[in-house]
Every structure is written in C-alpha cells, then in structure tokens.
C-alpha cells in the first residue's frame, strides 16, 4: 500500500483493501474517507467491507464518493466539513489517490495559498497545475463570501 503524504493531517492512497487496515492504524491515521464510487471497484473492495474494518479498528470512517463527472462544489464542501469534523490524522482513498489530491486542493484553496496547495500535491506525486486557475477561482469566490 502506497500512502502519499500532503499534510501533517491529511494523507492519499491508492484503493486501500481489508488487509491494509491494519497497516493504516499502526501508521497513526483516525479517520478514513472513501472518495471512490463501489461502481467502480471489485466486490471484495467495496465500501462496507473497507468501513467495517475501519471501524473494527478503532478508526473513524467516512464517505465523499465521486466519480470525476459527478466532482462539484458540493463534493468539495462535504470534503471540508469532514476534514473539520473527523480526527485527524486522516487517509484518503480513491482509484489512484489523484481524486482525492483534488478534492482536498479545492476544499483549502481559500486557506492556503494556491502555490503551496500544488507544491504539496506535486511532491505527493499529483501533478495538479493544470488546475491552477479554478484554484484560483475558488479562492477568489470563497473569499468574496
């Protein structure tokens, strides 16, 4: 299991099975967010089985699924109530991790400024400047509000 790093409280993976939970506790996550639609996975990844070992594990579980035509203001608000609400540290989970990199850069494209948002995910392995200017958007929305 690949775990990519863009905070100290938030991290990505690569669809994550059963067997890494375990691996996930011992790292020091408290929370799980699934970003990834059971659609689009193997029976033996879907949610329910991800979430109940999650929770065996003393962790915390939550889901934000979208697929990238359903991504939308709605998806990135949610991502941010869960990031306010859940203990942190927390891992992230989607297809590749680049789904979840997204989500968290437009949840805190108002907080952060926009270069550091893509030097975070960037180093992660996410290469997201094509995005720059929505980020930018976003920021400049949010903070008309």
């Known amino acids: 299991m ?10 990505v993976a690569p669809q994550i ?12 996550f408290k ?25 065996a594990a003393g962790l915390e579980f939550a889901e934000n699924v979208f697929a990238p035509s359903t991504f939308g203001p709605d998806k990135i608000q949610r991502q941010s109530e869960l990031l306010q609400e859940l ?25 952060m400024d ?3 948002i893509l030097t975070a995910t960037t180093s992660a392995g996410y290469q997201l400047s094509h995005l720059r200017p929505q980020l930018e958007t976003t920021a400049l929305n949010r903070a008309a509000v």
Not at 17 to 27: H, L, W
């Open 87 to 111: 203990p942190s540290p927390v891992l992230a989970y989607c297809a590749s991790g680049t789904r979840c990199s997204i989500v968290w850069a437009f949840a805190h494209a108002s907080s």
């Open 2 to 11: 690949q775990i990519n790093y863009l905070s100290p409280d938030y991290s």
């Open 114 to 116: 926009i270069d550091s």
């Open 31 to 55: 929370s799980v967010i699934c970003n990834r639609p059971d659609q689009e996975n193997l029976e033996t990844h879907q949610i329910a089985a991800i979430k109940a070992e999650v929770i």
């Open 17 to 28: 099975a059963v067997a890494d939970v375990a691996t996930i506790a011992e790292a020091g």
